[in-house]
């Protein structure tokens, strides 16, 4: 007999948003080429409602679908805290804004083994992706 062990369906792999700031091609591709679902916002809010669409309304549908968002907007937990709040959304901002497009898929690209078991874990929550590696900002734990 298992000795307490049931058979549980593996989690789905997870699918990453992607923030506007981080671009559409760079970061999306260096994840797919790891094996991952990738949603750039430009692909989600097409001809152009990407540069309008406001935050709040991304939090919320990233959340509603399951999403993980990456972002390099680290001001997001602090203009946003009241939406963050009321989602289940597990985010991972860089903690530099001005990384270059490559730097920020290579920073992304190298924590990713964390960022995918940190994902594992229900949301609400905000890591940063330093150069070192991830630091769990919100809320403290």
């Known amino acids: 007999m298992p000795s ?3 058979n549980k369906s593996p989690d789905p792999p997870p699918v990453f948003f992607l923030d506007r700031g981080l671009g559409r091609y760079l970061l999306a591709e260096a994840l797919r080429k790891r094996g991952y679902e990738v949603l750039p916002m430009a692909d989600v809010y097409t001809g152009g409602k990407d540069e309008r669409v406001p935050d709040d309304d991304w939090i919320l549908r990233a959340d509603s679908e399951g999403w993980i968002a990456l972002t390099k907007d680290y001001s997001i937990i602090r203009d946003h805290i009241e ?3 009321t989602t289940s ?16 898929a290579e920073r992304f690209d190298h924590h990713l083994n964390r960022i995918v078991q940190r994902a594992t874990k229900p949301g609400p929550y905000l890591y ?10 919100w809320p403290k734990a």
């Open 4 to 6: 307490g062990h049931r």
């Open 83 to 85: 939406t963050l709040a």
């Open 89 to 104: 959304l597990r985010v991972f901002s860089l903690n530099n804004a001005n990384l270059t497009g490559q730097q920020m």
């Open 128 to 137: 940063v992706v330093g150069s070192k590696g991830l630091e769990r900002r």
